[in-house]
């Protein structure tokens, strides 16, 4: 199978799933991922914290564009503390979502060095985005780490194993009190501003917002924060 057609299994959107791949990639059960179920304020005050990333999962068929992208530049990350994968693999944007949340909170999380995600960071830490592309998909750690965790647990939803993807992972995080969205299938970083530890959640809660007006009947959207649990 050449490049072009290298293809995973896709990954299931749901805490339980997630926190399994956490746990093939050698994160402490200290963290976890958890759903976010209201955009609300009032509610997102009980996501536990530090919440350090969102991982959202949007329906593609009538997305058109990156809410705010006409007016929010993009980031070049060569030289910048941001760190960013594309994705070229087809299925791959769960695992590359889950990666540009792990590696870029290092400090918060505690990476074990032995560990197949730490061992993946430190390789890749220092390379250009296009050598960090190409050596996931050499990667069997990680590759396998994926498989694994997509095919585990209870029988998987038919509409998974679909040959074609309709469904999205992308990242927000906050990095330099900036907030960042990641997404494997553009060029570099986007930039959304400044945020902060307090307002984090209720600013990516907004450009998730801004995702579902525009297809607002859709009710395949898909919201999880990365938290610490103990």
């Keep these: 199978m050449s490049d072009s057609e290298l293809k995973w299994s896709s990954l299931e959107s749901n805490p339980e799933v997630l926190n399994r791949f956490l746990r093939h990639l050698g994160v402490s059960k200290e963290w976890e991922f958890v759903d976010i179920l209201s955009f609300d304020s009032e509610y997102l005050q009980f996501i ?73 960071i430190d390789e890749t830490q220092k390379m250009t985005v296009e050598e960090r592309s190409h050596y996931l998909k050499q990667n069997k750690a990680i590759n396998e780490a994926h498989e694994a965790t997509a095919w585990e647990g209870e029988e998987r939803p038919s509409w998974l194993n679909d040959s074609v993807c309709c469904h999205h992972y992308i990242t927000l995080l906050q990095s330099d009190s900036k907030l960042y969205q990641l997404d494997g299938l553009k060029e570099y970083p986007v930039s959304h501003g400044h945020t902060s530890g307090e307002t984090f959640l209720s600013d990516a809660a907004e450009i998730c917002s801004e995702y579902i007006k525009q297809d607002p009947s859709n009710i395949k959207f898909n919201a999880m924060a990365l938290v610490k649990v103990s």
Excluded: W
């Design 48 to 120: 536990p914290r530090p919440a350090i990333a969102v991982l959202f999962l949007f329906p593609v068929e009538n997305i058109k564009k990156c809410p705010f992208e006409a007016i929010n530049s993009e980031v070049d990350c060569h030289g910048n503390s941001v760190y960013f994968l594309k994705q070229t693999i087809f299925n791959a944007c769960g695992t590359i979502a889950l990666i540009h949340a792990l590696a870029n909170n290092i400090s918060e999380i505690g990476l074990d060095p032995e560990s197949v995600i730490g061992k993946f």
